[in-house]
């Protein structure tokens, strides 16, 4: 064992005694490193910076009136609402009953995504399948298609504004809490419908035949720049380009009533 120490105790003199040299030549360039500071003397680090509230663009106005229901007990309100603007008949074909005001919500927020959940929409499914036509060897979307959606597009256009506007701010703090529920604690839900419905506006019209492929159930796009396209912006191509623009004047008579509701807040 000592014989194998010697040489390793050498070679640990002679690393010393290099470094040593190599500290003398330095001269009077080299400092040796400050002490380190005592902790206590050391001041915290500042906290972090509380993250600002988004500021809302489009304020709906508190209304004075009788309280509204917990959200979870609103389906009865909301189908009240829809009935003011559709009657009742319309509501019970078209809507579903169920959590009325959560199903709006949730299929607003999902449109300018990849996916808007069938199950969690709050209208009743278009009856019939997605129809087609063969062009040769292509497969495209059948312009009879569009027809399937004359039902929600007269539904749509019977509308007025003003009437959905005064409903929504009578109901807004139900959709405000649905909307907070989602995972958007600071979130404010009409600037978000605002900008759902300036993306629904921006939708492309279709140029001539969409060509359609069916690798499983369902049918995809063939064009990959379609095939890519926000979930909304496939519904308009989908209910063709005059129903589009049905659509499209509708909405924007509902948004210029929401974002004249209350003073802009700076």
Excluded: C
Excluded at 19 to 40: I, N
Excluded at 45 to 62: F, L, S, T
Excluded at 253 to 260: G, H, S, T, Y
């Amino acid at each position: 064992m000592k014989k194998m120490l010697r040489p390793l105790l050498a070679v640990i003199l002679l690393g010393l005694a290099g470094f040593a040299f190599y500290l003398w030549k330095q001269g009077p360039t080299y400092q040796p490193a400050p002490p380190l500071p005592d902790a206590a003397t050391v001041p915290p680090p500042p906290p972090p910076a509380a993250a600002a509230e988004p500021a809302i663009q489009y304020p709906v106005p508190e209304q004075a009136q009788k309280p509204l229901p917990p959200l979870a007990e609103s389906d009865a309100v909301a189908r009240d609402a829809l009935a003011d603007l559709f009657g009742k008949k319309a509501v019970k074909q078209f809507f579903v009953p169920q959590e009325v005001v959560r199903r709006i919500v949730v299929t607003i927020d999902s449109l300018p995504r990849k996916v808007v959940s069938a199950q969690l929409m709050p209208t009743r499914t278009v009856e019939g399948k997605l129809r087609t036509s063969d062009e040769g060897a292509t497969l495209t979307l059948s312009t009879a298609n569009y027809e399937r959606y004359a039902p929600f597009i007269r539904l749509a256009n019977m509308v007025d504004a003003k009437v959905f506007a005064a409903a929504y701010v009578r109901l807004y703090p139900l959709f405000q809490q649905a909307y907070r529920d989602l995972g958007y604690p600071k979130g404010y839900f009409n600037d978000r419908l605002v900008a759902v419905i300036d993306h629904m506006l921006d939708a492309p019209q279709s140029e001539g035949k969409i060509a359609l492929v069916q690798p499983h159930v369902y049918y995809r796009f063939v064009d990959p720049e379609l095939e890519s396209l926000s979930a909304g912006h496939k519904l308009m191509l989908r209910i063709g380009n005059d129903n589009a623009a049905i659509v499209k004047k509708k909405l924007r008579e509902i948004r210029k009533e929401l974002v004249n509701l209350g003073p802009e807040v700076k």
